[in-house]
Every structure is written in C-alpha cells, then in structure tokens.
C-alpha cells in the first residue's frame, strides 16, 4: 500500500473500530499527522484518561501508555509498537533497591529517603515510589515537587534522570550528587541516580559557542534533561510544550537554536530556527512507529488479536497511582 491509501485505511479503521490514535511531539511527521491528540508525556496521558473511546492506540514510549492504564485502568491501550524510552530503561525495581542500600551503607536511614520519579519511569519504579511516600513529577513541575518534597526534612532520592535532578537543584541552590558516583550523600540535597537521556545528552557547550560565534544575538533553548553546564548557558530552559511555547511566541526574524529532539524541532522550524548540534538528534525508539505499524495495530484489533497491549497488575497500578496523584494534587 502507498502512503495516501494507507493513511486513508487507518482513518476509516479507527473510526470503524472506535480507536483514538495519541502521539508525541517526538514522533515522525506521519504518524503525528494522524493523531486525534498530540502533546507530551503528561498531556498525553491527561488527554486519553478523559477520551471516552474504549480503545487507545499510544504513538509514544512504552511508559507514555503505562501512564494511560495507571490513570484509566478500563481503556485498552495498544502500542503500534513496542518501543522503550532509554532512560526507562536504566532503572528497574532492583537497580531502585540497590540505590537505596548504597545510601544506607552511607549511613542514610531508608525512612530518612523521599524518592521522587521523573515519569519517565516504569509503573513497577513509580510503584515503588508511591510505596514510599514519593511523588512522580514532569519536567515542567519537577521544581514544585521538590519544593514540597523537601518539606518532609528527608533527603531526595531523584531519579531515573541525574541531568533534570542536577539542574533543578542548581536552579534552587542546593547540593546535589550522583549515587554511586565517591561522594557521601549525607553532604548533598538532592541524590541523583545515574539514569540519563542519549539524545538530550547529544547537545554541548561547542555547540552553543559555535551557534553564538555565528549568529551574535541567536537564543539558546534547551530541555532539562541537557548537561547542567550546557542548561547553564542556555537563554531559556524548558520542557518539551514550554518550548514549543516560548518559540512560538518569539518574533519570526529572532535567530533561535534549539537542544531537543529532532523532529519536534524540525516541526517548529522556520529559516531562523536551528537545532543545536551537527548531528541529527533523534531519538531511536520513538522513531520505530511507522504507519504501517499504525495499521498493523489497527488490524489486530479488528481480529481480535489484541497484539502490543499494555497490561499492569492492579497492585503496581495502585501504588502507581499513590505516587502519580501526589503530583495531580498538587
Ligand atoms: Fe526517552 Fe530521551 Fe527518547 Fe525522550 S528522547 S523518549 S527521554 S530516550
């Protein structure tokens, strides 16, 4: 099938079918094209939690549409295919406990830990979170929640994401280590577990100089889960909408560099926008959705073969839920 026949397919079969079809910002321009809805990680999940068709195909990473089933346990949510975000997957339930005994080995009590969870993170880590009093946080919120955090007097555990853990603390003026990394905890605020984004971290203080060398008077704009020395030069410091946002609203003769996934840039472009590197940042996993994966998933419904649906237990769903309704509430 062409690309025109194939998208007319998958729109007759998700009205048929009763399917509403979420993507990222981070997705290719046709699959984005197609969505009924698209935002990021938290408007996604807000969004479909609402919609009131019984099925969910999720354009996105695999916590993305865990985070439907957390808030909409009901909805049937398929993905097109199963991807995962990198970051995710550098924590686990175990890699959580181990961080846990190296800080009491530190001499940290465990009752003396608030672990607070990027949601970029499994159910099972936002569950174990949730089981100890923490709350889950985005990018745009993670500085309210640790304000309110730290008011439990307890040492921060942040994770998976050591970069947004580090430029938050620089940006209240706290303390801040690296588990693991030789340093005592007992002397820093925020403790953050060594998790990182492969793509955010593709973005360099060489690349910033070279923009500035080049263009005197561009702006910088760069996401959170940057470096925190590339964050530091950076002209504005965003989540993904709060840079969407903040450009959008610059005047269209303002020269711009953006350090953000690819094809969400590419989407803000105009002949004054950049993207801040000289390689192409995109990210891998949520870059395997194809149109032809939309339709397969559309397919599988069809025959009820239900293929890539997300399932959790209800006693991680629960837990979960604890850790990403402390964020609501607030
Ligand atoms: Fe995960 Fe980074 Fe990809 Fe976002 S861009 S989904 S944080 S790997």
């Not at 620089?170 to 060594?194: A, H, Q, R, W």
């Amino acid at each position: 099938m062409n690309e025109i026949v194939l998208k007319d397919e998958i729109i007759k079969l998700k009205k048929a079918l009763h399917v509403s079809i979420v993507a990222h910002f981070y997705q290719k321009d046709e699959v984005f094209e197609l969505a009924d809805f698209v935002g990021d990680s938290l408007q996604l999940a807000q969004w479909a939690a609402k919609d009131e068709n019984p099925y969910l195909l999720f354009c996105g990473v695999g916590f993305m549409g865990q985070s439907v089933k957390i808030l909409a346990p009901n909805k049937r949510v398929f993905m097109p295919k199963i991807a995962c975000c990198a970051m995710a997957r550098m924590i686990d339930v175990g890699y959580f406990d181990q961080n846990i005994e190296i800080l009491k080995a530190a001499g940290i009590k465990e009752e003396d830990i608030l672990p607070v969870t990027y949601i970029n993170s499994s159910a099972e880590v936002k569950a174990r979170v949730g089981m100890m009093g923490g709350y889950v946080c985005t990018s745009s919120n993670a500085k309210k929640i640790i304000i309110e955090a730290r008011k439990s007097n307890k040492k921060i555990l942040f994770v998976p994401d050591r970069c947004l853990g580090q430029n938050i603390a620089i940006e209240m003026g706290l303390t801040s280590c690296v588990v693991g990394d030789g340093s005592d905890p007992k002397l820093s605020d925020i403790l953050c577990y060594n998790g990182f984004c492969s793509v955010h971290q593709l973005f360099d203080v060489e690349d910033i100089a070279f923009y500035r060398a080049k263009y005197p008077g561009i702006l910088i704009v760069t996401h959170p889960e940057c470096k925190p020395e590339v964050c530091a030069l950076s002209d504005f410091v965003g989540s993904t909408s709060q840079i969407i946002d903040f450009v959008q609203k610059l005047p269209k003769e303002q020269k711009v560099a953006i350090g953000t996934e690819y094809n969400m840039v590419k989407r803000l472009r105009n002949e004054n926008t950049y993207i801040l590197s000289s390689t192409k940042p995109e990210c891998p996993t949520m870059n395997e959705t194809s149109l032809q994966d939309v339709y397969n998933a559309l397919k599988s419904i069809q025959e009820e073969r239900f293929e890539n649906e997300i399932t959790i237990s209800e006693e991680t769903r629960k837990w979960a839920f604890v850790a990403l309704s402390r964020m609501f509430e607030l």
